[in-house]
């Protein structure tokens, strides 16, 4: 999928990123070509904009953002999920088990 977004996305700078996250719900499946373009692309912005979808309001989005992170060892990430885990209240279980398997990992 990320390789296909790839050929589909034309444009991942940074203008664009941001013109989609303003655009609310309406941008999402664009944003969310985005996001897999810049993974395949192992574009370092990537992180970034993963952890902006997993705070915003895009839940449609939520899982492949967390998805993504989850394989990012940085103390910005782990950052992220600490503070998901604080501020979640059981709301989102799926998103719950992610984070929690971060963590898992890093104790390996």
Same mark, same amino acid.
């Given at each position: 999928l990320a390789l296909a977004a790839l050929e589909i996305v034309e444009d991942t700078s940074d203008e664009t990123v941001e013109r989609l996250l =303003?655009?609310?719900?309406?941008?999402?499946?664009?944003?969310?070509l985005t996001l897999?373009?810049?993974?395949? =692309?192992?574009?370092?912005?990537?992180?970034?904009?993963?952890?902006r979808i997993g705070r915003g309001h895009w839940p449609d989005l939520w899982d492949t953002a967390f998805r993504f992170l989850a394989t990012q060892r940085t103390s910005e990430v782990?950052? +992220? +999920?600490?503070d998901f885990l604080v501020?979640?209240?059981?709301?989102?279980?799926?998103?719950t088990r992610i984070a929690d398997g971060y963590f898992a990992e890093e104790r390996r």
């Open positions: =303003s655009n609310g719900e309406r941008g999402a499946p664009e944003l969310w897999q373009a810049m993974i395949a =692309s192992h574009d370092p912005r990537a992180v970034r904009l993963a952890m782990e950052d +992220f +999920f600490v501020r979640d209240e059981g709301k989102y279980p799926w998103l």
